[in-house]
């Protein structure tokens, strides 16, 4: 069992940055990919940027690629996602996800713990 608790969420001005944090707690953190997702009001979750177990922090949707960066601190059992050049079409909840044996890094079913969710609104 893997236990995630996010944190970070607000309310920001366009242009503006963010960054998102996820605290895992409960199996070794370095043996899961983890990922983050988002969904908005009325529209499905979506893939925001992911971590392979491996270590490569290196998918990222398109929407998000040279704005946004996820890193993971294995020390801290954190995962980060830094947001920059923010857009009112950002807003979102924002889900951290993690799983052990991921295929297909961008889909949410493949992803078995989920945290909470934190709000992050930006502002035109």
């Known amino acids: 069992q893997v236990q995630l608790v996010e944190s970070g969420g607000g309310l920001v001005q366009a242009g503006g940055s963010l960054t998102v944090s996820c605290a895992a707690s409960g199996r070794p953190f370095s043996m899961y990919t983890m990922g983050w997702f988002r969904q908005a009001p009325g529209k499905e979750r979506e893939f925001v940027a992911a971590c392979s177990w491996s270590g490569g922090c290196t998918y990222y949707a398109n929407s998000v690629k040279g704005r946004f960066t996820i890193s993971r601190d294995s020390a801290k059992n954190t995962v980060y996602l830094q947001m920059n050049s923010l857009k009112p079409e950002d807003t979102a909840v924002y889900y951290c996800?993690?799983?052990?044996?991921?295929?297909?890094?961008?889909?949410?079913?493949?992803?078995?713990?989920w945290g909470q969710g934190t709000q992050v609104t930006v502002s035109s």
């Open positions: 996800a993690a799983d052990p044996r991921i295929i297909n890094q961008v889909a949410a079913y493949e992803y078995d713990y």
